[in-house]
């Protein structure tokens, strides 16, 4: 079955570096997105990406971050200054055409700032 | 802004009896539910979703309702098994809007 790869599964950064978090969307999926749950809470939205543009972001996706699509089959999510706040289980999620919403998602990268 | 909301944060059920899992939410403008299951270090798995012109949907053993006046929604697992031990994400989504808001989760537990 087609599935979502999220990589590096864990990464341990100083507060304030930057960091990129690397996922590979389903081949034939055009819709990708980003959510994160920060420990004991619910998994929240960042952003949605679209024919290469950011179609919609949650307040919490701030200047500090910004994606990309940098080669057609990699989706990038990069935080340019960590803060500690940034620490959580960053899940990347595609989806095909069409009004089905379930999308897939990745197993997840769990970011630890120091 | 607990616009969706899963009061029971965790069940316990027997294997082979019913587990129900409740979910409800504020925002009228939500038009599409879904429900997922995680497992513990993997990404949130769709299970089952409906449409608010919906009542009911059912998938094998996992079936979804939705109360529209109550703004309430639920899922029951029959016959629950032991491999459905995991913690159950119920989301929304409105028209128009590609985010889904999640609810905070019910960890389920089935009892061999």
Redesign the interface.
């Known amino acids: 079955e087609p599935e979502?790869t999220?990589t590096p599964s864990h990464q341990v950064t100083q507060m304030g570096q930057e960091v990129i978090l690397r996922c590979v969307p389903i081949s034939n999926h055009l819709?990708f997105?980003w959510?994160r749950q920060i420990l004991g809470?619910?998994?929240?939205?960042l952003v949605?990406f679209?024919n290469n543009e950011i179609?919609?972001k949650?307040e919490i996706f701030d200047d500090q971050f910004s994606v990309e699509r940098p080669d057609g089959s990699n989706f990038t999510l990069k935080i340019r200054s960590t803060k500690l706040e940034d620490s959580a289980m960053y899940?990347c999620?595609s989806r095909g055409t069409g009004l089905?919403?379930?999308?897939?998602?990745?197993?997840?990268t769990r970011l630890t700032v120091v | 802004d607990q616009q969706v909301k899963q009061n029971s944060p965790s069940l316990s059920v027997q294997e082979g009896r019913i587990s129900i899992l409740n979910c409800d939410y504020t925002n009228s403008m939500f038009d599409y539910f879904l429900w997922y299951k995680k497992y513990p270090a993997e990404g949130p798995t769709f299970l089952i979703s409906i449409s608010s012109i919906k009542d009911k949907n059912e998938d094998g053993r996992f079936t979804v309702f939705l109360n529209k006046s109550a703004k309430h929604l639920s899922l029951h697992i029959v016959p629950s098994q032991p491999g459905d031990s995991a913690v159950y994400f119920c989301a929304a989504s409105a028209q128009g809007n590609e985010k889904l808001t999640f609810g905070t989760g019910t960890r389920l537990t089935i009892i061999p």
Do not use: H, I, L, N
């Open positions: 979502v999220q819709y997105y959510y809470q619910k998994v929240e939205f949605s679209y179609s919609e949650s899940f999620a089905y919403y379930g999308y897939t998602f990745g197993s997840g």
